[in-house]
């Protein structure tokens, strides 16, 4: 995602980012990540290593898919069935039906079939009424891959009928909603997890253990952003260009066509399926009252990376710009959004309850953007520290790069110990051990297939699961993303619609975070009956 770096800068970036890793081991001598070095090199190794869940002993626990989309697609996918075996599914929508077995020839979609074998059909049962699934005692737990307004009725239902969830992000429609899937795990004692699977990238859990030697130096800003192109113009069968002033032709994959399968199946009972039309249930993330819009679909990913890098903490406020202005069609949500947060610096507080402050110059401040109009940078977060920048490119590679008197893109780093700190110094890239360091970083873990982590999320949560009766409540393992965690990603997204909407400077509420108090920043926000 960095503007003007070559392709011989952005592998000195990488080969920086290696020997930090590296040195640290080496002047350290201490169990730097969890064993994931080997002669200075960041190896591929066992996620579960790291993440500190284990084999499962016995059968693969039951699953139940609900919602076959595009989510359920890549969790389908994605999934390991020595530990999720999926034996039921649910979807209204025919060609969801059809598209769960076969998957695609290319992508992250493989299909039941991939994993069960072409008679998997035989061996996974379809209920069109989800509530029919849940009734089925085979199943131990369910995955929610459906749109969001209907994330928290089928979490609530599904755990009072007894079974452990794992619901895609974001976790609700409002915040109120994330509070009562909470409460309703407590009470219903269920496991709870929600899909942020940046909680389960290793190349995440490699940048937050730099971040934690201070290599980078005194952190005050990170530019996030997720940017796409849906403004190229499309060309008719001739090669020329399609004319529409009211830029439908435009379309991006949030505006995809209405298969006609679906069209014919579903559109006399669409109301009664609580839609208002064909379009509300196919292109769902268009509309306010089924959808959050890009701070829920995208932004939620980055400022959850963001809140990760600087130790989970909690925002203080956010302000922003949001607007439609591109499309010219009947979607609801903005197209371009532009938020500004203010996090804690570490001695922002002088207290861990976080109740008095000590110094409120202590800022980070993270700005985030998503566009779709220009993909000249498309996604990824750049930390930037006194001594250092880290940047994190399309959950692929890490890449760094040292401040300081010469010190630039074409600098590789070298690390010196004094006073007990480690500090980042420039020299040459060229020659000797500097361009060994930049062929060793040709075959790290930045060149290596990278997960972006929804394989290990279901792992965990089908180990937590497995242990869930075979330990006390208090030595009970939760999901690195369970609902606490999960419900203040929601808030930080959340929040800043209504700062957008608002037109106003938000300050979040100690309150807000709290599932055991009413008080939410989307009081306003009353959902719609949606049946679904």
């Known amino acids: 995602m960095a503007i003007d770096l070559t392709a011989e800068q952005k592998e000195v970036g990488k080969a920086n980012f290696q020997r930090v890793v590296g040195r640290h081991y080496d002047l350290n001598r201490r169990d730097f990540m969890k064993g994931l070095l080997a002669a200075g090199t960041v190896l591929p190794i066992s996620a579960a290593a790291y993440f ?161 030697t201070g290599d980078l130096g005194d952190i005050r800003h990170i530019r996030a952003l997720w940017h796409r192109n849906n403004a190229l113009p499309r060309l008719d069968k001739d090669g020329k260009e399609i004319q529409d002033p009211n830029h439908k032709v435009y379309k991006d994959s949030w505006y995809p066509e209405i298969p006609g399968d679906d069209r014919r199946e579903l559109e006399g009972q669409i109301r009664q399926l609580g839609y208002k039309n064909m379009e509300e249930l196919v292109r769902w993330r268009l509309f306010n009252r089924t959808g ?40 609801e949500v903005d197209d371009h959004v532009f938020v500004t947060f203010e996090f804690p610096g570490p001695g922002y507080f002088a207290d861990k309850e976080r109740k008095v402050v000590k110094d409120k110059n202590d800022l980070v401040v993270v700005t985030y953007s998503s566009i779709s109009t220009n993909s000249f940078e498309p996604y990824g977060e750049c930390v930037m520290g006194n001594h250092g920048t880290m940047i994190v490119s399309q959950e692929a590679e890490i890449m760094l790069y040292p401040q300081g008197p010469g010190a630039g893109r074409s600098t590789a780093v070298t690390v010196s110990q004094g006073k007990g700190l480690t500090v980042l110094d420039s020299s040459a890239s060229t020659g000797g051990p500097e361009q060994n360091a930049v062929t060793a970083g ?55 619609n209504q700062a957008m909407h608002k037109n106003q400077r938000i300050e979040f509420q100690h309150a807000w975070f709290d599932p055991t108090s009413n008080e939410v920043p989307d009081a306003d926000m009353k959902p719609e009956p949606v049946t679904g």
Request: proline letters at 4%.
């Open 52 to 212: 500190g869940y284990q084999k499962l002993h016995g059968n693969p626990v039951k699953a139940g898919l609900i919602g076959a989309g595009d989510e359920g697609g890549v969790l389908v996918g994605e999934h390991n069935p020595e530990y999720l075996e999926f034996i039921a599914y649910s979807d209204i929508r025919p060609t969801n039906q059809t598209r769960i077995f076969a998957g695609e020839p290319t992508g992250p979609r493989k299909g039941f079939n991939r994993h069960y074998g072409n008679n998997s059909k035989n061996k996974i049962k379809l209920y069109p009424d989800y509530r029919q699934l849940l009734e089925n005692k085979d199943i131990e737990v369910v995955v929610i891959a459906l749109p969001l307004h209907l994330h928290a009725a089928v979490a609530i239902d599904a755990m009072k009928a007894g079974k452990h969830v794992l619901c895609e992000k974001l976790m609700a429609w409002n915040v109120n909603q994330c509070k009562e899937m909470i409460r309703v795990a407590d009470e219903t004692d269920r496991c709870l997890a929600i899909g942020h699977q940046r909680h389960y990238s290793m190349l995440y859990a490699h940048a937050v253990e730099v971040l934690k």
């Open 292 to 331: 959050g819009g890009l701070m829920a679909e995208l932004g939620s990913h980055q400022l959850d990376a963001c809140s990760i890098f600087l130790g989970k903490v909690h925002p203080l406020a956010v302000s922003g710009f949001g607007g439609k202005l591109f499309y010219r069609d009947e979607r």
């Open 442 to 496: 040709k075959k790290s873990l930045g060149e290596a297939p990278v997960s972006r982590g929804y394989r290990e999320e279901m792992e965990d949560f089908a180990y937590c699961v497995r242990m869930w009766n075979q330990a006390d409540k208090k030595d009970r393992r939760l999901p690195r993303c369970h609902g606490r965690v999960a419900m203040a990603d929601a808030i930080i997204a959340l929040t800043s």
